[in-house]
Structures are given as C-alpha cells and as structure tokens.
C-alpha cells in the first residue's frame, strides 16, 4: 500500500562524502531551516524549506520540530546483542573477560526464550538511541540469530547478523563443529539472507576458537554466497595476538590466518584493528575490507589505542561500532565522544563532521550498503533521527553559546546521549518517541 508524502520541517544535516576526500565542507550538507519529504518509506526530496515546499504539493502535511536536528539513523558495525545483559562487568582485559563474564551469558541462550526476551531489549535500546542499522554477533545456537531476525523484521530494520562459529577453546557447552558450524550458517543464510531488509554475517568469532577446518568452511561459505558479510574481530589485544601467532605458527599475522582462508572481501567486517602492521593494512585495503572503530570497548578493555590516521593513509573503510558488552554504551553519540578522546591521546583531532560521517555515511560505506543508507540523499531508505539540541538542562544553556553547527554538533556528540533521541524513523514510520510509551521488556 502507498504510503502518504510527508514532510518533516527542521534543521537538518547529513554527511555526503568522506572529509578526507573531500574536505570538511563539501562533506555534507546543512540546511538551518530544512524539509525532508518522505513517501513509501524513502526519500523523495531535501533542502531548505523554501525551496522545497515551493516544489511540493501544496497541501502536503508537514511536521515541524523546533529545536531539533534531523539525521540520518546512526549505523552501528559492530555489537553483540547477547552481551546486553553483561554490560558493565568489571575488572577484566579481553581474555579473561570473556572467559569470566560473557561465555556464561551467551549460554543462557541456548533457551530462545531467554534470547527473545534479550533481542526485544536490545532492538529497544538500538531504537532510543537512534541506530537504525547495525552488524550484530548472536551466540554459537542459532535459535539466537532466528529470534534475533524475527524480532528484526517485525520492525522493518535494515539489520545484519550471524551465528557464531566457535569450534575450540571455549567451554564445551558453547562450540559448535566445522560441519554443523557450515550447515547451520548455511541453514541460516537460505533463510533470513536478502529477506526484506535483513542480510546475514557469517561470524567466526575470532581466529583463537576457530580450528583451521572451521576457518575453511568460512571460506567455502563466502565462496557459495558471495553477497553474504564476513565478521569477525582482529588485532584487538596484545595477548590475543600472541596467542593467534601460537595458535597458528605458519601463518605470517593475524590478519593472514583470516586471508589464508579466503575471509577478505568487501563485506568482511573486522572489528578493533588496533594494532595493525603495515603490511595487514595494505591488505586490508586491496581487498576493500573494512575495519569497526570501537571507542568505548577499547578503553574499558584497555585495549589500546585505534589509529584512525593510519587506516586513512592507507584508505581503508571505517565504520563506529559500540561493541557492547564490552562497549559501555549503545549511543553512537558517546561513542563518537570517546573517539575524539582517543584521537586526544594521540596527538590527533577528530572533526565532529568527521565523526557524524563515521557514525552514518562512513558505516554505510563500510558495509557497502550506501546505495541504500548512511544519508538523506533523495532515493535513500528513510531511516532517520530526530536530535534534540535542547534535550537537557546543560544542553540548552551551552547550545546559546554555539555560533555554528560544527561547534553544535561538537556539544551534541560530546554531551547527548539517548536522552538526546528525539524521535526514530524507520523506513519512513516513527519507531521510537521519547515521550511515547516507555517499552517493557518481559526481562
Ligand atoms: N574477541 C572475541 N570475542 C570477543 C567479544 O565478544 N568481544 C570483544 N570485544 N572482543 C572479542
Ligand atoms: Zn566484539
């Protein structure tokens, strides 16, 4: 059914290109007074409202938001719905947090009701927080990638997934086998995989608990479906590096048990990278694979530091991604606060045009889904979000003092949070209203 042209009058910015190819200014686009026309779920125009409601019906319905700023849906790649509920556990760098904390939460979803129930929370958070797509990890039962979708596509979400593969060095209760890792994935992928809006991820979970059998059925994976998506995690802790040279001695990097295997391809997804050598860049690159920046993860597993100059030198695609549990936060815009203090650290600057364009378009483009999000561009899906610049107390005292929107957008990723998710659309209909009715999770 056709659905009705609205439009939707504010502020409005979204990022058009990479500043770095770019420069800042031409790399997106603002308009002070602005209408976006929405109609059957995608974008049908854009501009200052002069000129766009002088070019549209003259009847049409428009929305008007004071105080506010539209975008585009945040795009998150990288998260693990199944760590929801260990978020915040504390003490632990990588190793140890996984054995201590997250294996014995993912078993819970052995039970697809404990799953549901863990999904239904999760897609809650991602919508009040204005994420719109994302790239999630389940667990190793793949019950937990089908609730996951279910619940997915309930609610329209342009979303990607995949059950893990973990076939050593995890509890037994948590591995699965190189044969039924391939046939549940398999199984999985003939389901859910280009189904409306959903795409599956086929996910080893990282290269110390994949056996080399079960990297080869990754690899046959991708080369029988290959519009699927590779993710996984690499180079995000010095100890886990120095296990995967152990655990693999023949292989000359990380990087390379995952290229030996045929892993790299322009949907394979790597979260962390911090610590790569120039050669693993430089392959990286020539297989236009992309790397998930994840801010707050990194610095509550003390993992180091991500450098982003480096993956622009060598012109590798970059998303944001929470990485929650590890990640403490869902909110793209915190995560966008840590990455300029991680750039601090550094000695480097993160523009906050920069950042908006690597938490929507940058994403996008690192997914290879920019045809379809990551901006406002006419044509696009109509995933949006509604900020609210005002959204506190502090907000609206410091946004007085802001003379530009460089200098807003800056006081809003450094300072918003969910509190600051006005509204999300998706696919055109409001998902998420912060004054609408709070949902209960039957958790
Ligand atoms: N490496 C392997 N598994 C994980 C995980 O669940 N989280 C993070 N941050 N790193 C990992
Ligand atoms: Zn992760």
């Known amino acids: 059914m056709a659905s009705q042209k609205i439009a939707y009058r504010s502020a409005i910015v979204h990022s058009v290109a990479d500043p770095k190819d770019v420069g800042l200014d031409d790399s997106y686009q603002y308009f002070e007074d602005g209408v976006l026309v929405v109609e059957n779920g995608h974008i049908v125009d854009i501009g200052s409202a002069d000129d766009v409601l002088a070019r549209q019906p003259k009847h049409i319905t428009v929305k008007v938001f004071k105080d506010k700023i539209i975008t585009s849906g945040f795009i998150d790649t990288h998260i693990h719905y199944p760590q929801t509920g260990m978020i915040a556990s504390y003490g632990e760098q990588l190793l140890d947090w996984l054995e201590n904390y997250t294996f014995p939460e993912e078993l819970r979803f052995k039970n697809p009701i404990y799953a549901h129930q863990v999904a239904t929370l999760f897609l809650d ?41 973990m076939d050593r060095n995890a509890p037994d209760y948590l591995t699965d086998t190189p044969q ?4 549940e994935s398999k199984e999985l992928i003939e389901r859910w995989h280009n189904k409306g809006r959903l795409h599956y991820a086929v996910t080893p979970r990282f290269a110390p608990t994949s056996t080399n059998e079960q990297l080869a059925t990754v690899g046959q994976l991708l080369k029988e479906y290959p519009d699927v998506f590779m993710h996984t995690h690499l180079s995000e802790n010095k100890k886990e590096i120095e296990w995967v040279l152990d655990l693999f001695p023949e292989r000359e990097s990380y990087l390379d048990v995952y290229d030996h295997y045929g892993l790299l391809h322009k949907r394979s997804v790597f979260a962390h990278g911090i610590h790569l050598s120039d050669c693993e860049c430089q392959r990286l690159a020539d297989t236009d694979s992309s790397i998930a920046f994840c801010p707050t993860s990194n610095l509550f597993l003390g993992s180091g530091l991500f450098n982003l100059p480096k993956m622009e030198k060598f012109n590798i695609n970059v998303g944001m991604g929470t990485d929650v549990g590890a990640g403490t936060s869902f909110s793209l815009l915190q995560t966008m606060s840590e990455a300029y203090k991680i750039m601090q650290l550094q000695q480097e600057k993160l523009h906050p045009v920069k950042s908006l364009f690597l938490a929507t378009l940058g994403g996008a483009k690192a997914l290879h889904l920019d045809d379809k999000i990551g901006n406002l ?67």
């Open 377 to 443: 561009a006419i044509g696009k899906e109509a995933d949006f979000v509604v900020l609210d610049l005002h959204a506190t107390q502090l907000m609206r005292f410091r946004m007085k003092q802001t003379t530009n929107l460089e200098e807003k957008l800056f006081v809003l990723m450094s300072l918003g949070d969910d509190r600051t998710v006005s509204q999300t659309y998706i696919y055109g209909k409001k998902a998420y209203d912060i004054h609408g009715e709070t949902p209960k999770a039957q958790i």
């Open 125 to 165: 958070e991602l919508a009040s927080n204005g994420t719109t797509t994302a790239l999630v990890f389940g667990t190793v039962h793949k019950e937990s990638v089908n609730v996951f979708f279910e619940e997915a596509e309930k609610r329209n979400l342009r979303m990607i997934a995949g059950k893990v593969l």
């Open 180 to 183: 039924s890792g391939y046939e």
